[in-house]
Each structure stands twice: as C-alpha cells, then as structure tokens.
C-alpha cells in the first residue's frame, strides 16, 4: 500500500514537473498571442501543449484552396486507424482577424462536419496571426478584394510543438511521406 | 546644428522622449497613392496609402539596449531560438553590454523579424509596412519622388557595390530625405511588417501549375519597374528571410498611425 502510494506520488510529481517545464526553446506554441475558437472560447497556443498536432492557417471565406486545406486534415484522419487517429489533434488558425468571427469559425465547422472533440478552428488579431504565420513559415497577403494569397501546407508538430514535418501537398489524397512521420510521430 | 544636438540628447534620454511630443522621433508622411515596385495583379501595383509617421532614424545599438534591458526575454542568450536563431546580437560584447563592435549610434542589427517586432509594440508602435517603407524610400533630399531620376538610383546602387564587412556608420549622419527621415538607403537593410507577405516570382506568367496551388488564391505579382535595381534587391533579400533570421546589416525603425 505504502510503496503504491510512493510510486502514485512519484507519477504525479514527474506529470506536474513535465507540465510545469519551460516549453523548448524552438516551440512554436512559445507564440504568446490570444485565440478565440470556434465556440468563442479563449485559448493560447501553449495551452495546446500535450499530444501530437496538425496545424496550418486558412480563412474561411477562401473560395479556392482552404476547402482543399481541410480536406488534407480529413484525408489524414481518413488514411490514420481508429486509434491513432483518437490521438491525433487539428488546429486550423484564421488569417482573417477581420472577417472570421468565432460565429464565422462554428459555421465551417458545420458546413464541413468537422469534429470539434479533435479539431479546433481559432482567430486572433492581426499582430497574433503575423506572429503565428511567422513561427510557421507561413508566407501570405491580402489582395485589394479581401481575399487572401498564402501558403497553403500542414505543419506536423510534436507534443512540445517543434515542427516535425511540413507537406505542401495538399487535398483528400494525403502526401505519403507526411503521413508516414504523422504515424511515427503517434506512435512515440 | 543646435537642434541635432537637441534631437540627439531627447533620443538617449527616453524619459525625456516619453514627455515630449513623439514627433520627435517620428517624421510625419502624409498619404496618398502609390505605385510601388511591386507589381500585384489584384492592385495593379497602385497601393493607396494612409498617413503614418515614421521613424527618422533606424533604430540604434543603445536604445536596443534600453529594451532588453527592460524586457530580458529578448536578451542574447534568453531569447528562445524559434524567434531568434544563434547569432541574435552577436556583436555586442554581452546580453548587457554592447563593446567595440556595436557603437551605440550605430543601428543595430542581427535582430530578428520577431525581436524588431516586440521592440516596436514596446514602444506602443509597429513595424512600417513594405509600401509605407518603399514610399518614404522614394524621396531624395528636395523630392517626394525621386525614383525616374538615374542619378538618383546610382547614388543608391553605389551602397549596395561597398563591400559588406565595411563598419556601419552612425545613424542620422546622412542628409533627411524631403519628408524628415534619414538612412533609408545607404546603412542597413530593414525589416517591414509585412515581409512574409513578399511572394516573389520571377515571372508569375510561367509560374507552373502546382506552384500556383501552394498559394490560396492566384494573386500573381510581377515585378514593376525593373530598372529600379536598389529596391528591388530589397525585395528579393526579404522575400528570402525567415522571422528568426538575423543578418549583419539587417536592422530596422518603427511606424505610427496618424494620430
């Protein structure tokens, strides 16, 4: 009994140590700015730490090539086992501070059924999202029409938030290389 | 001679500077449309322009050092690497102490996209956007717009031929620009807000297929006005940079809105 105690005390302590650790120096969650997700809840990219992720940017308005962004998520989703894919998590952060309300952000995740127990759509203000696409090398602008022009590509990261891998390929088909680290990555 | 003096100890005293008026430290360029070299298909390389305030000097070694004194998170050696890779201010003799290689009327340089950044919404500021940059570039000594004269671009061209390891000069030691601004051209290169927003290509005519899908949305640009070599080196030397590089002659200067 005492030495089950002893070792539940030493689990905890290593748990609160490991959540309590400054995050790596090369995290892109170190990014301090403030989200509101889909739901309008606030949230900060540090508190995303624990478990693998997906991440990219996208607007919602995009006529051409976001549908195509989400499409990606879902393809890995779709090509990952029902328990690796229970592990995997999806961020999908607006470019849009103007435009993509959390209201903006429940209407895609409607429209597209996007599962919001694992994936979480979020929007913050134009100096978080040049910080964000900054730390995600992420190259984008705004066109005289509001539209916006920007890379399009999914970010694997690991628990910690250090880039993993990255796949310019993009749609329902998923990159196999991309794929392949998003499995090594779960299964470590 | 006795208004530089002035101007030059308002700026080493910051809490002088915090009660004057930020004008001081600020040129004021009034707005207006612009034809940029860049030459974007949805714009048609036209940029209507608000008017700002900007910096009439690059931001030097010493106020850089009242900043991270202030702020430590962006001191050499605390400064996580995702927002500044290694050699972040490695001139400078300490995280504290700027020495021989880092004059503190020099600008100060190897500092990232991120650390300009902060250092400008510090001061309750941002970065210049690339056209309210490239507009206030554009001015000579007596002139708004300078950019069709060649003697112009060649005095400016002839910076880019001094060789690199040359020491920078002090800021403010060239002659202001007609709008009050000084060391545009001539010193360093500087960062802009929207340097990741530089989607260059050579020719966005033979831009193939699936290059074309890595952006969303097919805002093309072209390059405008080709002659115009010193700009455009800018251009092509920020579209190549990450927002954690650092480059020896790479500094920056802040912007305002209107007030």
New interface residues.
């Given amino acids: 009994m005492r030495r089950l105690f002893v070792l539940l005390l030493t689990v905890s302590l290593a748990f609160l140590a490991a959540a309590a650790a400054p995050?790596p120096?090369?995290?892109?969650l170190?990014v301090p700015a403030n989200f509101k997700d889909q739901d309008g809840k606030a949230f900060t990219l540090a508190q995303r730490r624990g478990g693998v992720q997906l991440v990219t940017m996208?607007?919602s308005s995009?006529p051409?090539?976001?549908p195509l962004?989400i499409d990606t998520g879902k393809g890995i989703d779709h090509a990952l086992t029902p328990a690796e894919r229970a592990k995997l998590r999806v961020l999908l952060l607006s470019l849009d501070p103007a435009r993509d309300t959390p209201a903006k952000l429940g209407a895609v995740v409607a429209k597209r059924k996007i599962d919001t127990a694992r994936w979480t759509l979020g929007t913050t203000d134009a100096?978080g999202v040049?910080?964000t696409?900054?730390?995600l090398?992420?190259?984008?602008?705004?066109?005289?029409?509001g539209?916006?022009?920007?890379?399009?590509?999914m970010i694997l990261l690991d628990a910690d938030g250090r880039i993993l891998a990255r796949t310019?390929k993009?749609g329902a088909q998923p990159d196999p290389e991309f794929l392949a680290a998003v499995r090594k990555a779960l299964r470590t | 001679m006795m208004k530089t003096r002035y101007l030059g100890l308002l700026l080493m005293a910051p809490l002088l500077l915090a009660a004057a008026p930020s004008s001081s430290r600020y040129a004021s360029i009034p707005g207006g449309i612009f034809k940029s070299v860049l030459d974007y298909e949805d714009s048609g390389g036209k940029v209507q322009l608000k008017p700002y305030q900007l910096m009439r000097r690059p931001v030097t070694n010493a106020e850089f050092l009242d900043f991270v004194r202030a702020n430590p998170t962006w001191q050499r050696g605390k400064v996580p690497v995702v927002f500044a890779e290694s050699r972040y201010l490695q001139s400078w003799a300490g995280p504290l102490q700027l020495g021989g290689k880092a004059k503190p009327q020099q600008p100060v340089v190897e500092v990232s996209w991120f650390a300009a950044d902060a250092y400008c919404q510090s001061i309750g500021a941002r970065l210049p956007t690339w056209a309210e940059w490239e507009y206030a570039a554009a001015a000579d000594e007596t002139r708004r717009d300078a950019r069709q004269d060649p003697a112009w671009r060649e005095r400016i061209l002839s910076w880019y031929s001094r060789p690199s390891n040359t020491p920078l000069g002090n800021v403010g030691a060239a002659p202001a620009n007609a709008y009050g601004v000084q060391d545009l051209h001539g010193l360093v290169w500087e960062w802009t807000e929207d340097y990741a927003s530089m989607l260059v290509s050579g020719d966005s005519r033979e831009q193939k297929a699936e290059d074309r899908l890595k952006f969303c949305g097919a805002g093309a640009i072209g390059m405008d006005d080709r002659e115009n070599y010193a700009v455009l080196m800018r251009v092509a030397m920020l579209s190549a940079l990450e927002a954690d590089d650092v480059t020896a002659n790479l500094g920056f200067r802040c912007a305002l809105a209107k007030p």
């Avoid at chain 1, 090398?137 to 029409?145: K, V």
Wanted: hydrophobic letters at 40%; aromatic letters at 14%.
């Fill in positions: 995050l120096g090369d995290s892109v170190r996208f607007y995009c051409y090539a976001c962004i100096s040049r910080q696409a900054a730390v090398g992420i190259r984008y602008r705004q066109l005289a029409n539209e916006f022009n920007h890379s399009s590509v310019e993009i």
